[in-house]
């Protein structure tokens, strides 16, 4: 893990968070989208990702996911996760982030956000805590507050979560869930 911010800075936002939105393709998935001859298409996702995302959940951290691109596969991978807040729009993020802040009455500096590419960016510059998983575009990994060893699709959004608990002095009670 790499952090721009000192652990201090970095928990004390993290103790501030009431919602943490994830982009979906390059930071659930690896980016990659199989599109069959009869147009069905599938995405795969990381298990420790979803299992993390029920620990941030339990937690009492809320999970949104922010795409800029609709797919079925998105859709049922978050009811599956029990995330219902799920938005897929076109390219431009900023606008539907800035409508899911006045809906829920929240701040920016009480979300935190992971994205992996260029469309990310306006969001990213607005989140209390920007992460970026360790395989993103090279512009949004100079821009944001964290960044993970993992790549995209590949334990990324675990890796973003246990240290937000762990800043959050939640993880002991994670821990401690699996172990009794």
Same mark, same amino acid.
């Not at 829920?104 to 209390?128: C, K």
């Not at 675990?158 to 002991?172: Q, T």
């Given at each position: 893990?790499?952090?721009?911010?000192?652990?201090?800075?970095?928990?004390?936002? +993290?103790? /501030?968070?009431? %919602?943490? @939105?994830?982009?979906?393709? &390059?930071?659930?998935? !690896?980016? $990659?989208?199989?599109?069959?001859?009869?147009?069905?298409?599938?995405?795969?996702?990381?298990?420790?990702?979803?299992?993390?995302?029920?620990? +941030?959940? /339990?937690?009492? %951290?809320? @999970?949104?996911?922010?795409? &800029?691109?609709?797919? !079925?596969? $998105?859709?049922?991978?978050?009811?599956?996760?029990?995330?219902?807040?799920?938005?897929?729009?076109?390219?431009?993020?900023?606008?539907?982030?800035?409508?899911?802040?006045?809906?829920?009455?929240?701040?920016?500096?009480?979300?935190?956000?992971?994205?992996?590419?260029?469309?990310?960016?306006?969001?990213?510059?607005?989140?209390?805590?920007?992460?970026?998983?360790?395989?993103?575009?090279?512009?949004?990994?100079?821009?944001?507050?964290?960044?993970?060893?993992?790549?995209?699709?590949?334990?990324?959004?675990?890796?973003?979560?246990?240290?937000?608990?762990?800043?959050?002095?939640?993880?002991?009670?994670?821990?401690?869930?699996?172990?009794?």
């Amino acid at each position: 893990m790499n952090s721009s911010l000192s652990a201090e800075e970095f928990a004390l936002r +993290a103790s /501030r968070l009431k %919602l943490l @939105v994830l982009d979906v393709d &390059g930071v659930l998935t !690896d980016g $990659t989208v199989w599109i069959g001859s009869d147009g069905h298409e599938a995405k795969a996702f990381s298990i420790r990702d979803g299992a993390s995302i029920a620990w +941030a959940q /339990r937690s009492g %951290l809320e @999970v949104a996911l922010l795409s &800029g691109r609709p797919s !079925d596969a $998105t859709t049922r991978r978050a009811a599956e996760l029990r995330i219902n807040t799920v938005i897929q729009v076109g390219p431009e993020k900023r606008a539907p982030f800035q409508r899911l802040l006045q809906e829920r009455q929240l701040d920016a500096s009480e979300i935190a956000y992971m994205g992996d590419d260029l469309l990310d960016l306006p969001v990213l510059r607005l989140a209390g805590v920007s992460a970026a998983p360790g395989d993103a575009a090279p512009e949004v990994r100079e821009r944001v507050h964290w960044v993970s060893n993992a790549a995209g699709g590949r334990g990324a959004v675990r890796e973003f979560v246990e240290a937000l608990l762990r800043a959050r002095h939640s993880w002991d009670g994670i821990l401690t869930h699996h172990l009794d």
